[in-house]
């Protein structure tokens, strides 16, 4: 990738989830300055204002927006800048979340030598995100959008938690969920075809809660989703399931099965007599609530990897 004049960042911090990491922020700055660029650096105060940021920021001005924070805030940018198709700054990423499953995802290096040089001579890759809608509310996405165990564990996790626990309070809240489970089925559209599952995954690319494989074929730059389906319930299912997961097995695990597909569409089949709502989780965060469609949006980002 090649820069014109416009050898500028605008960095984007939560200063909630940099709050133990500030130290590597302030490390890419100083080497993406010494490397001949200029950094603005501009924190968020409340929810939606890096979508803002993204949306309007200066293009002329700034080659790279990047983002400072976990794959949320990662999440807004991307609703910011696919609303202006390609003609946004291309998109970096600094690290600093729960699972960053994003950065895993596009091979980035966590030390801050390997960012900066990515960001100031990174390798650029389209991406068209996905795109969930429900009850009149659209959101897009990078990574994924998921219904049943996932989504309730992540409906589960408020904001405090996660700052007190970290990846430990997805822990917990996956314990108090598979105790409390109740078989909900949930019926799964792909393309036309009917399927049911007691889990469903539609993700954009291959990777899982950080670094672990759910669907080993996809990537960020093809205009393809997977539908990832957990066909079997049951307790001892979910936390088969779970395991073979962090064990690198899911993929070829019985009962599990990953179809690949543009138009899906994800409601409750039978709610087994749980009086709740169903939620839908989009990039980790609780967005949505079943019935959603999902397909491909309109737009496009481009995103920085490393160049090798």
């Given at each position: 990738m090649t820069f014109a004049s416009n050898r500028a960042v605008l960095l984007i911090l939560n200063p909630t989830a940099g709050r133990r990491r500030r130290g590597l922020v302030d490390a890419v700055v100083r080497r993406v300055c010494a490397l001949g660029w200029t950094v603005d650096l501009v924190e968020t105060a409340a929810a939606g204002d890096a979508r803002r940021i993204a949306e309007t920021c200066d293009a002329a001005r700034y080659a790279v927006i990047a983002v400072a924070?976990?794959?949320?805030?990662?999440?807004?940018?991307?609703?910011?800048?696919?609303?202006?198709?390609?003609?946004?700054?291309?998109?970096?990423?600094?690290?600093?979340?729960?699972?960053?499953?994003?950065?895993?995802?596009?091979?980035?290096?966590?030390?801050?030598?390997?960012?900066?040089?990515?960001?100031?001579?990174?390798?650029?890759?389209?991406?068209?995100?996905?795109?969930?809608?429900?009850?009149?509310?659209?959101?897009?996405?990078?990574?994924?959008?998921?219904?049943?165990?996932?989504?309730?564990?992540?409906?589960?996790?408020?904001?405090?938690?996660?700052?007190?626990?970290?990846r430990a309070a997805y822990v917990w809240r996956s314990l108090v969920e598979a105790r409390r489970y109740r078989p909900v089925r949930y019926a799964v559209e792909i393309d036309g075809a009917h399927h049911e599952a007691a889990s469903v995954i539609v993700t954009h690319g291959r990777l899982y809660a950080g670094p672990y494989v759910v669907a080993p074929d996809a990537a960020l730059g093809l205009p393809l989703l997977h539908v990832c389906l957990f066909e079997r319930w049951g307790r001892s299912q979910t936390l088969r399931f779970g395991l073979a997961l962090l064990l690198g097995r899911l993929p070829r695990t019985a009962g599990y099965r990953v179809i690949a597909g543009h138009d899906i569409r994800v409601s409750v089949l039978s709610d087994a007599g749980e009086a709740r709502r169903q939620p839908v989780q989009i990039d980790g965060d609780d967005a949505l609530t079943l019935p959603v469609s999902i397909a491909l949006a309109a737009g496009a980002v481009r995103l920085l990897r490393p160049a090798a």
């Open positions: 924070g976990g794959d949320g805030t990662i999440n807004e940018v991307v609703n910011g800048l696919s609303q202006r198709r390609e003609a946004g700054p291309a998109l970096g990423i600094v690290p600093l979340g729960t699972a960053n499953v994003l950065a895993h995802e596009l091979g980035l290096g966590f030390s801050a030598a390997a960012l900066a040089q990515t960001l100031t001579a990174g390798r650029e890759i389209l991406m068209q995100p996905g795109e969930a809608s429900g009850a009149g509310r659209t959101r897009q996405f990078s990574l994924m959008a998921g219904a049943g165990f996932d989504a309730k564990v992540v409906a589960g996790v408020s904001a405090p938690l996660k700052r007190r626990l970290g």
